[in-house]
């Protein structure tokens, strides 16, 4: 019985949310999202759904904490250094020989990813070239990977990260340190356009040699996970390459037809046939 109500609370959040702002959280992994929910009900101290439903039905800004609470924006330089490894060694040295290169950062959070990305670019002399587009659907997010302002206790594991992958120099060379922060090198963002998007029920909007979505699909089931790959393979050219989180796989999604493989430790797929 607790169960059925729990179930049919999350399910009036849901609807609560779509009708008020047309945000779609109705195929998010049942699970994680429970979680956060009962998160958010504690954090801002409200005595049930209910009252939970009232709030964001009535505050706009209180929504936009509500968004930032029920979705995970943990996010790290260089995380999995293999990964970046494979980026360079295999992967931007194919895209490398276009003339441009279009890479779309899909739910980049507070954009440490985008950084890691364009560092590497600039050390493989590639950074000119590139046209980056960053979106999350969290508008905060957004606004803190455009100002690329971190706390300087978040740098070491950035910089640890940045030795495994064995970067030419010092993350340190690439951002300056005032009053506990790191303020990243501007000029590594000159070409990126930093956008909110929501992969649910967001369009698609260009066409890229590469896509990172990172530990994002893990949050979705089977149905959105479905709907972000085939909005994803629309969004690539033929022979560019999607890559997704380690824990992560498109295994099982049907446009699995038009990818291959490319790197299956890395997860990183090459989409194959239009
Ligand atoms: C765990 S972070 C991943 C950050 C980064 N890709 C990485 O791997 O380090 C997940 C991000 O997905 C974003 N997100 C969740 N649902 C989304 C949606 N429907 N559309 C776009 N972004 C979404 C969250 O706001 C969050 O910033």
Same mark, same amino acid.
């Not at 109500?5 to 609807?15: F, K, L, M, P, T």
């Not at 009962?38 to 759904?49: D, G, P, Q």
């Given at each position: 019985?607790?169960?059925?109500?729990?179930?049919?609370?999350?399910?009036?959040?849901?609807?609560?949310?779509? +009708?008020?702002?047309?945000? +779609?959280?109705?195929?998010?992994?049942?699970?994680?999202?429970?979680?956060?929910?009962?998160?958010?009900?504690?954090?801002?101290?409200?005595?049930?759904? +209910?009252?939970?439903?009232?709030?964001?039905?009535?505050?706009?800004?209180?929504?936009?904490?509500?968004?930032?609470?029920?979705?995970?924006?943990?996010?790290?330089?260089?995380?999995?250094?293999?990964?970046?490894?494979?980026?360079?060694?295999?992967?931007?040295?194919?895209?490398?020989? $276009?003339?441009?290169?279009?890479?779309? $950062?899909?739910?980049?959070?507070?954009?440490?990813?985008?950084?890691?990305?364009?560092?590497?670019?600039?050390?493989?002399?590639?950074?000119?070239?590139?046209?980056?587009?960053?979106? +999350?659907?969290?508008?905060?997010?957004?606004?803190?990977?455009?100002?690329?302002?971190?706390?300087?206790?978040?740098?070491?594991?950035?910089?640890?990260?940045?030795?495994?992958?064995?970067?030419?120099?010092?993350?340190?060379?690439?951002?300056?340190?005032?009053?506990?922060?790191?303020?990243?090198?501007?000029?590594?963002?000159?070409?990126?356009?930093?956008?909110? $998007?929501?992969?649910?029920?967001?369009?698609?909007?260009?066409?890229?040699?590469?896509?990172?979505?990172?530990?994002?699909?893990?949050?979705?089931?089977?149905?959105?996970?479905? $709907?972000?790959?085939?909005?994803?393979?629309?969004?690539?050219?033929?022979?560019?390459?999607?890559?997704?989180?380690?824990?992560?796989?498109?295994?099982?999604?049907?446009?699995?037809?038009?990818?291959?493989?490319?790197?299956?430790?890395?997860?990183?797929?090459?989409?194959?046939?239009?």
């Amino acid at each position: 019985m607790a169960e059925e109500i729990e179930i049919r609370s999350i399910r009036n959040i849901v609807a609560a949310v779509k +009708d008020t702002y047309n945000f +779609d959280f109705g195929n998010y992994a049942t699970t994680s999202f429970k979680r956060r929910i009962e998160r958010a009900i504690s954090v801002f101290n409200c005595k049930n759904v +209910d009252e939970l439903i009232t709030k964001i039905k009535a505050d706009k800004n209180f929504f936009d904490s509500f968004l930032k609470e029920i979705t995970v924006n943990t996010t790290e330089m260089f995380r999995d250094p293999s990964f970046w490894r494979k980026l360079r060694e295999d992967v931007l040295p194919i895209i490398g020989s $276009h003339q441009n290169i279009r890479i779309w $950062h899909a739910a980049c959070s507070s954009g440490e990813e985008v950084y890691s990305m364009a560092i590497l670019l600039k050390e493989m002399d590639l950074l000119g070239r590139a046209q980056i587009t960053a979106t +999350d659907i969290n508008q905060d997010v957004i606004a803190a990977a455009k100002k690329g302002a971190y706390p300087l206790r978040n740098m070491e594991l950035n910089q640890s990260n940045y030795e495994r992958f064995e970067g030419k120099g010092k993350l340190s060379d690439y951002f300056s340190e005032t009053e506990g922060m790191a303020y990243m090198d501007t000029s590594l963002i000159a070409n990126v356009t930093f956008k909110p $998007h929501d992969l649910v029920l967001g369009p698609g909007f260009s066409k890229f040699d590469l896509i990172l979505c990172r530990n994002v699909l893990i949050y979705f089931n089977m149905v959105l996970q479905d $709907h972000v790959v085939e909005l994803f393979s629309n969004s690539l050219f033929k022979n560019s390459f999607l890559a997704i989180g380690s824990k992560e796989t498109i295994a099982w999604c049907k446009s699995i037809d038009k990818f291959s493989t490319f790197s299956i430790e890395e997860k990183i797929y090459q989409k194959t046939k239009e």
